[in-house]
């Protein structure tokens, strides 16, 4: 995959990754499961309009919003307890955060491959944030359509 389809943010997160040895990356993505945002208040106290990724191990559950702008906002929570699948809910959430609509939708859908984690966590794992990332892209999609 090329950097003119990866959004700076995207690639800036990829190069990071890609940037240690291998055996280092569990350890970004550690850290990155300690910077995934708080939800917002409003989120936090109604559960019932988050969406649960059902292919991830762990319960993590996810908001995508779209300001005036046309500009992407996802929120997501994950257990502490599960800090691989919060590390990849936290890439996503950082690193398509302020893109518009349209720049989400272009992320190739194997960014979670492109960042050199496919040694270091399980297919399941990566299946999971995956599927994150098809979710958020879908939800885009139907709120096209209205």
């Known amino acids: 995959m090329t950097d003119v389809t990866l959004a700076p943010n995207l690639a800036e997160i990829r190069d990071e990754f890609l940037a240690v040895e291998e055996r280092a990356r569990l350890?970004?993505?550690?850290?990155?499961?300690?910077?995934?945002?708080?939800?917002p208040e409003r989120y936090a106290d109604?559960?019932?309009?988050?969406?649960?990724?059902?292919?991830?191990?762990?319960?993590?559950?996810?908001f995508v919003e779209v300001d005036d702008h046309d500009i992407v906002h996802l929120f997501a929570t994950a257990p502490q307890e599960a800090p691989t699948t919060r590390g990849f809910a936290s890439i996503l959430v950082q690193g398509l955060e302020g893109l518009t609509v349209d720049e989400v939708l272009a992320v190739p859908d194997d960014f979670p491959q492109m960042i050199?984690?496919?040694?270091?966590?399980?297919?399941?794992?990566?299946?999971?944030?995956?599927?994150?990332?098809?979710?958020?892209?879908r939800q885009l999609r139907e709120r096209q359509a209205h």
Not at 27 to 39: A, G, I, R, W
Not at 121 to 135: E, K
């Open 27 to 39: 350890q970004l993505l550690l850290e990155f499961s300690n910077e995934l945002p708080e939800l």
């Open 46 to 62: 109604h559960p019932d309009l988050l969406e649960r990724v059902l292919e991830c191990q762990a319960p993590v559950f996810f």
């Open 116 to 137: 050199g984690l496919s040694r270091a966590v399980s297919p399941l794992r990566l299946r999971g944030m995956s599927a994150l990332l098809g979710r958020t892209k």
